[in-house]
């Protein structure tokens, strides 16, 4: 099983800075990730597949990059309605499809 | 627009039974394998378990083997996950996943999800 690593676990950023969270993957799963935006109360959101290529629907201040195993989710100019929880998965080798355990967006 | 509408879940005791289902609608449910992801309260996403387009293939988590089976009837586009032996870990929201093309598993569409308390 693929194990997907977020870091930092929290981090605090100010509105209109950028945030950048990292996923890094046990093994190499090509560009095979999706990031997602969950609130509470709230089913998660996807933001990213494909390691870059933005879901419909979703602001251009999220970027995706990254290959193999590292990954980047840069957030360019924050917005209040940006602060959640943010996580990552893998879909190279499924199943099990594996999720990293979560990066908590919080307001400084 | 892909509509998924999650129920079955409620309030068992540890040891019961609970049998989840998911309405799929606007979407080529038999031609997709399908999955269940739960979320147990303040934790993160876990996937629980995928089925195969015919269900001739099944896989499931450890921690659920041997309790949870997972199936599908493509002429209903409706998924189940019918739940014995529940435990108190087995608490979550579960959701179910369709991938958001025939090969690559990114999770695209969400429904609200349905909740399973097991607590005596």
């Known amino acids: 099983e693929i194990v997907m690593t977020q870091s930092p676990a929290t981090l605090s950023v100010s509105p209109g800075e950028r945030a950048t969270l990292s996923c890094r993957a046990s093994q190499s799963v090509s560009i095979n990730v999706a990031w997602y935006q969950q609130k509470p109360g709230q089913a998660p959101r996807l933001l990213i597949h494909?390691?870059?290529t933005r879901a419909t629907g979703i602001p251009a201040r999220f970027s995706g990059s990254g290959s193999g195993t590292e990954f980047t989710l840069t957030i360019s100019s924050l917005q209040s309605e940006d602060f959640a929880v943010y996580y990552c998965?893998?879909?190279?080798?499924?199943?099990?499809?594996?999720f990293g355990q979560g990066t908590r967006l919080e307001i400084k | 627009e892909v509509q998924l509408l999650e129920s079955g879940g409620g309030l068992v005791q540890p040891g019961g039974s609970l049998r989840l289902s998911c309405a799929v609608s606007?979407?080529?449910?038999?031609?997709?394998?399908m999955s269940w992801i739960r979320q147990a309260p303040g934790k993160g996403l876990q996937w629980v378990s995928t089925?195969?387009?015919?269900?001739?293939?099944?896989y499931y988590t450890d921690s659920v083997k041997g309790r949870f089976t997972i199936s599908r009837d493509n002429s209903k586009n409706t998924l189940y996950l019918q739940m014995n032996s529940l435990r108190a870990e087995d608490t979550a929201i579960y959701y179910c996943?369709?991938?958001?093309?025939?090969?690559?598993?990114?999770?695209?569409?969400w429904g609200k999800g349905t909740t399973v308390t097991v607590s005596s």
């Open positions: 606007g979407f080529a449910f038999s031609s997709f394998a």
């Open positions: 998965q893998q879909y190279n080798k499924w199943p099990p499809i594996t």
């Open positions: 494909g390691a870059s």
């Open positions: 996943a369709p991938p958001g093309t025939i090969n690559y598993y990114y999770l695209d569409v």
């Open positions: 089925i195969s387009v015919s269900g001739g293939s099944i």
